[in-house]
């Protein structure tokens, strides 16, 4: 059965700092997708990044920052030089390539950036 | 560039009241997902539509429904609503079943 964990509830950091997110996932299947989405307070979902389980390449945009390993069944997600408009809830979130790919979400870590 | 649109963006019903959403996916998007978000949880997957076809299922209530129609436009319908069903409802598309999910700003339901 799918399912990722994000064992972080919520993370309260001041601006500049660095800030790593964790991500935990379970499956069975050898081809899946992972996901991270930011909500911020206004409610929407916005796609950060997607990867699949052959690319392990960790990847970096801007100030963002994504840890792959399948060895540890973790996606993580760094953010470097916070800003406070970085506050949002973050999911981290699977998809299985023979399940429609439907999201399974994590419990979401609140991220709060202090000016 | 376009994005999906849900309508409304709020809705405020009674108890045992019907409710209909409206989704309209990015255009040439073929796959439709709805998602239900309560307060301080993470989206939970409802239905999911591939060339209006019901592709997946997850935990819908018997009392919901969903299609797909000629335009992928997708509706979800919603009767004898209770209080429990007060959340946020996301619609989600993409260009086929194994594209990235891009989500619609949401439908928030209040159920009073």
């Known amino acids: 059965a799918q399912k990722v964990t994000q064992a972080q509830t919520e993370i309260s950091v001041v601006e500049k700092e660095d800030v790593t997110l964790d991500c935990v996932y379970e499956?069975?299947?050898?081809?899946?997708?992972l996901f991270w989405y930011k909500q911020p307070p206004s409610g929407e979902l916005v796609f950060l990044i997607r990867?699949?389980?052959?690319?392990?390449q960790n990847e970096i945009s801007g100030r963002y920052s994504w840890n792959f390993q399948k060895s540890t069944s973790s996606f993580n997600f760094t953010i470097t030089a916070s800003q406070v408009v970085d506050s949002a809830v973050y999911f981290c979130?699977?998809?299985?390539?023979?399940?429609?790919?439907?999201?399974?979400f994590g419990q979401g870590t609140r991220l709060t950036i202090n000016p | 560039a376009a994005g999906v649109i849900q309508s409304p963006r709020h809705l405020i019903k009674e108890k045992r009241e019907t409710a209909t959403l409206k989704c309209y996916p990015i255009?040439?998007?073929?796959?439709v997902y709805w998602y239900q978000q309560g307060p301080g949880q993470d989206p939970q997957f409802l239905i999911s539509?591939?060339?209006?076809?019901?592709?997946d299922k997850g935990s819908i209530p018997d009392r919901f429904s969903a299609q797909q129609f000629s335009d992928y436009h997708s509706e979800l319908n919603m009767s004898s609503l209770e209080l429990g069903d007060s959340a946020l409802y996301f619609c989600?598309?993409?260009?086929?079943?194994?594209?990235?999910?891009?989500f619609g700003p949401g439908t928030r339901l209040t159920v009073l």
């Open positions: 989600a598309s993409t260009l086929t079943a194994r594209g990235t999910q891009y």
């Open positions: 499956t069975r299947d050898t081809t899946y997708y």
């Open positions: 990867r699949n389980s052959f690319d392990e």
């Open positions: 979130a699977l998809s299985e390539e023979y399940r429609a790919q439907k999201l399974v």
């Open positions: 255009p040439r998007h073929d796959t």
């Open positions: 539509f591939y060339e209006k076809m019901q592709s």
